[in-house]
Nanobody, 115 residues
Framework: QVQLVESGGGLVQPGGSLRLSCAAS????????MGWHRQAPGKEREFVAV???????NYADSVKGRFTISRDNAKNTVYLQMNSLKPEDTAVYYC?????????WGQGTQVTVSS
């Protein structure tokens, strides 16, 4: 079984930056896709970014040019660098690994963008 632990969330002012980390541990075999979703209050969970096993990436239109996803395969860790943060980026950010139906989710980390 794979466990994911996120870190790096917090309170930041509009225009600021945060870096989220997600470390995978447990029964890890090979390199798999890892990514991030987020869920704002009263809204459905939405896709943010993914980095696949080959290194290709995709982003939601709402974060393109501001967020960068990367991974360290040796550490089984994925990162989300978030710049130029906006109040609408406020949400709980969830890390995931793999594809349905075998996808694993982290517990989430809160990101609040407010002055």
């Amino acid at each position: 079984q794979v466990q994911l632990v996120e870190s790096g969330g917090g309170l930041v002012q509009p225009g600021g930056s945060l870096r989220l980390s997600c470390a995978a541990s447990g029964s890890i075999f090979g390199i798999n896709a890892m990514g991030w979703h987020r869920q704002a209050p009263g809204k459905e969970r939405e896709f943010v970014a993914v980095v696949r096993s080959g290194g290709s990436t995709n982003y939601a239109d709402s974060v393109k040019g501001r967020f960068t996803i990367s991974r360290d395969n040796a550490k089984n860790t994925v990162y989300l660098q978030m710049n130029s943060l906006k109040p609408e980026d406020t949400a709980v950010y969830y890390c995931y690994r793999g594809y349905p139906p075998s996808r694993t989710w982290g517990q989430g980390t809160q990101v609040t963008v407010s002055s």
